[in-house]
């Protein structure tokens, strides 16, 4: 069983077009980037993946079933949230939250219980958080917090994890150390991960494939296939340069509205 599939897929917003003739496949147990200038419809994609985007035209297919009737086996984690310095829940709080923050009050003792309680330890312990988990959230840095909040998303074991934007407004350290943290997840959990970015390069090595949304479409693919001058330009209508610089990234010169995404 595959973990996406689209066929023809086609996207409006208030009477716009937003992407159309989009057709892709995504493994269970890939670790797949959706890349693209802003205003591309990454976000857009992903909202389809959940249901919530419905198709003016063609078909998805989410672990299965049609998009929207699986989500229960998904873990979202929607773009940045940040946390004031005055938060003063701890972070492995925020994590219980992935299993009960949708149930009324606190939750009761009993076997349930203890395995919630196990069940957020090991996915602690997955995202390397187990150090500062308890110290509250608002203390914590960006790096920090963001691990914590992909713990959130596994903790209901998810087969499908959803991630827009985790390594925006992360330093280069951190950006590396998530994508690693996310193959982790991918091997160990036998996670398919669709992470929307803007810079490919923090996770070009850890990488199964690419989507990339440009030019009122989708393309996807193996990266080296995907990010190439040939596919680019054919993507976007116009010549397209990919550049690799001396310390290995990519570069990519000649896509219009790239502000902010020189490195693809």
């Given amino acids: ?27 269970r147990g890939q670790f797949v980037a959706v890349l693209g200038p802003n205003g591309s419809g ?3 994609l992903v909202r389809a993946v959940l249901g919530l985007q419905p198709l003016a035209a063609g078909s998805a297919s989410v672990l299965g ?9 998904i873990g979202y984690l929607p773009q940045r949230r940040s946390f004031d310095e005055s938060t003063r829940i701890r972070g492995a709080d925020v994590v219980r939250l992935g299993l009960d923050g949708a149930r009324w009050g606190l939750p009761l003792p009993g076997a349930r219980s ?3 309680t196990r069940r957020v330890a090991e996915v602690i312990e997955l995202v390397s958080a ?4 308890d110290k509250p959230i608002g203390e914590l840095s960006g790096g920090e917090q ?12 998810p087969q499908l994890l959803l991630l827009d934007e985790p390594l925006d407004s992360l330093d280069l350290p951190n950006q590396a ?14 996670v398919t991960v669709l992470l929307v970015a803007h810079d490919v390069n923090p996770i070009l090595g850890y990488l199964d494939g690419v989507i990339y949304v440009a030019g009122g479409t989708a393309v996807e693919g193996a990266p080296e296939d995907v990010i190439s001058a040939e596919t680019l330009s054919a993507l976007y209508g116009v010549p397209i340069d990919v550049l ?13 509205d790239l502000h902010g995404h020189h490195a693809h």
């Fill in 42 to 44: 990454k976000s857009t």
């Fill in 244 to 256: 690799r610089a001396s310390d290995g990234r990519l570069v990519v010169v000649g896509a219009p």
């Fill in 114 to 116: 203890r395995a919630a």
């Fill in 1 to 27: 069983m595959t973990a996406v599939t689209f066929e023809g897929a086609e996207a409006r917003i208030g009477g716009t077009t937003i992407w159309r003739d989009v057709s892709l496949t995504v493994e």
């Fill in 65 to 73: 079933r049609p998009a929207g009737e699986a989500n229960d086996r």
């Fill in 177 to 190: 150390g998530v994508a690693a943290l996310v193959r982790t997840i991918c091997r160990e959990e036998d």
């Fill in 146 to 157: 963001q691990r914590l909040l992909i713990a959130q998303a596994l903790a209901r074991r």
């Fill in 130 to 133: 187990t150090a500062y988990a």
